[in-house]
C-alpha cells in the first residue's frame, strides 16, 4: 500500500531529523495516528463493499463517511506540511 508505505517513510525521515512523529501530530484532543486509523479502517470497509457488490453500502461509505474523514484530515496535512518544511 503507497499510502502507508509513504507514511512510514515520512515519519522515518521526520524522526532521524529530531522533528516529532507523525504519531505527536495533534489536532485538539485526536491524534493523526488515530484519524489516519480510522481512514484506513473505512478504506477496507469500502474495499469489502465493492467486492462483495454492495453499492448500496459502498455509496454510503463514499458519500457521507469517507467525505467526513477527509475533511477532518485537512488540519493534520497542514501540520505535517509544517513539519516537513521545517526539515529542509
Same mark, same amino acid.
Not at 504519531?23 to 469489502?48: C, M, Q, R, W, Y
Given at each position: 500500500?503507497?499510502?502507508?508505505?509513504?507514511?512510514?517513510?515520512?515519519?522515518?525521515?521526520?524522526?532521524?531529523?529530531?522533528?516529532?512523529?507523525?504519531?505527536?501530530?495533534?489536532?485538539?484532543?485526536?491524534?493523526?495516528?488515530?484519524?489516519?486509523? &480510522? #481512514? !484506513?479502517?473505512? +478504506?477496507?470497509? *469500502?474495499?469489502?463493499? $465493492?467486492? %462483495?457488490?454492495?453499492?448500496?453500502?459502498?455509496?454510503?461509505?463514499?458519500?457521507? &463517511? #469517507? !467525505?467526513?474523514? +477527509?475533511?477532518? *484530515?485537512?488540519?493534520? $496535512?497542514? %501540520?505535517?506540511?509544517?513539519?516537513?518544511?521545517?526539515?529542509?
Amino acid at each position: 500500500n503507497a499510502y502507508l508505505s509513504t507514511l512510514f517513510a515520512l515519519d522515518y525521515k521526520l524522526r532521524n531529523k529530531g522533528v516529532k512523529s507523525l504519531n505527536d501530530v495533534e489536532i485538539g484532543e485526536t491524534s493523526f495516528h488515530g484519524i489516519a486509523s &480510522e #481512514l !484506513t479502517g473505512l +478504506l477496507k470497509d *469500502l474495499s469489502n463493499a $465493492l467486492e %462483495e457488490n454492495d453499492i448500496v453500502a459502498a455509496g454510503d461509505i463514499l458519500e457521507y &463517511e #469517507l !467525505t467526513e474523514k +477527509l475533511e477532518m *484530515l485537512k488540519p493534520y $496535512l497542514s %501540520e505535517i506540511r509544517q513539519l516537513v518544511l521545517a526539515i529542509q
